[in-house]
């Protein structure tokens, strides 16, 4: 079996989950952060709404510098409504499903590289990349969303079983 085959099923479910999550991000809160060292709100789902499309970048580039010499660095942008979130994430996610699906066994194996200022960070397959920066990056960070949502009482969605507000999906 190819392994997009195994990737995609596991993509959908992800992104299914993380929509739950974002559906639920409260208007009216987000500059709100539980710890002057944490992102805000606003900033957290906006970044849950990007990740997706790091899956292009993975899946489409041999590499990705954050601050390429030269160049203007990277920016994070915070949206500032629940519907724009959903919108670019949905946008991301449609984006992302493509280019998984067009990969093959060898792209998977291709060395991808991130870098910083023309720095290596890191450099691993192509399917490491997709892991970590995408799939492993996404389940952390819709993990933080769900203790902000808890903390501003929101009901916390059934992500991989039930949770303390919902019997599942």
Sequence with gaps: MPLT????????????????AL??????????????KSMTLGRLATLLAELPFWAVNTM???????APPGAPPFRPQT???????LALFDQNVQAARRAIAAASDADWAKPWTLKA???VVWA????DAYRSTVMNHVVHHRGQLTVYLR??????PALYGPSADERGP
């Design 23 to 36: 559906e639920r991000v409260p208007e009216g809160q987000f500059s709100w952060k539980p710890h002057p």
């Design 5 to 20: 085959e195994v990737v995609l099923p596991e993509f959908d479910e992800e992104m299914a989950a993380t929509r739950r």
């Design 60 to 66: 489409t580039k041999d590499e990705l510098d954050f």
């Design 151 to 156: 903390l501003h009482d929101v009901p916390v």
């Design 117 to 119: 200022g023309g720095h």
């Design 124 to 127: 691993k397959r192509r399917f």
């Design 79 to 85: 949206l500032e409504s629940r519907a724009r979130i």
